[in-house]
């Protein structure tokens, strides 16, 4: 299966410091988005521990028995104890955490797993469908019918995070195999795109008609117009039939 994809981080509008972090893996094996929250220094700490540990061990163990669904939990737990062991070395950034959404391509199975709000999201055929669902609190509300959609976009605790690495109580990672065909493009995602676009118009700006550089830019354009209030990441991976860059 082939790919092609690219990526992009922007600090936004009114953060000095972007806690972001993604890793693109150059033979498109793996792609990570992570989100570091915990104040300055400790926030791009801990997105930057989770994307070197994650790619790091599963660069380590690529060739291995381990099948994929266990690999890719383990790669991220691995992560969350590169952030405990920070956090043991250096106190002033005991609060500190982040998310994390990982998509996989081995063995001819695409595979996906996250911790916290980041998103993977998948066009396919001008649809888009969020393939992650949210380790939130107004996340957990909606699925229990207690608000709205709507609700949920200016709920005052949207930002609360029901998981999240850097915790010593990070419950079971769940992993999921990721159908796709030629045409799709898939979106990892941070919640600076989310929380300042609506699902139209991360779909008018992904469109195919675009190239993934454009869609990049036009996503990032766009997020920072409507206010960005927050650090911006994305990664777009293209299926293609032949060939990957």
């Not at 793996?30 to 790091?56: K, N, P």
């Not at 990982?102 to 709000?117: K, L, N, T």
């Not at 019918?145 to 850097?166: F, N, Y």
């Amino acid at each position: 299966m082939k790919r092609s994809f690219t990526g992009l981080t922007d600090p936004g509008l009114l953060r000095t410091v972007n806690q972001d972090d993604y890793y693109i893996d150059p033979d498109g094996r793996f792609f990570i988005v992570a989100d570091g929250m915990g104040g300055h220094a400790g926030g791009q700490e801990a997105s930057q521990l989770a994307t070197e540990a994650i790619h790091t061990y599963l660069d380590k163990h690529w060739q291995s028995v381990i099948p994929s669904d266990e690999l890719l939990a383990q790669a991220l737990l691995e992560a969350n104890e590169a952030i405990l062991q920070d956090q043991q070395n250096h106190p002033e950034r005991s609060d500190m955490g982040t998310t994390a959404v990982v998509a996989m391509f081995r063995q001819e199975q695409p595979w996906f797993a996250h911790v916290g709000d980041s998103r993977l999201y998948r066009l396919r055929n001008s649809k888009l469908e969020q393939i992650t669902e949210d380790h939130t609190w107004v996340a957990r509300a909606m699925k229990a019918g207690d608000i709205t959609s709507e609700q949920a976009r200016i709920h005052p605790w949207r930002h609360v995070l029901s998981q999240c690495l850097g915790r010593k109580d990070l419950q079971p990672i769940e992993v999921y195999p990721l159908e796709v065909q030629p045409g799709d493009r898939l979106l990892l995602c941070s919640d600076g795109l989310t929380e300042e676009l609506s699902d139209d118009l991360i779909t008018s700006h992904l469109q195919p008609g675009l190239s993934k550089d454009q869609s990049s830019t036009k996503l990032i354009e766009a997020a920072k117009e409507k206010g960005g209030r927050d650090n911006i990441t994305v990664v777009i991976v293209e299926i293609n039939e032949t060939g990957h860059e």
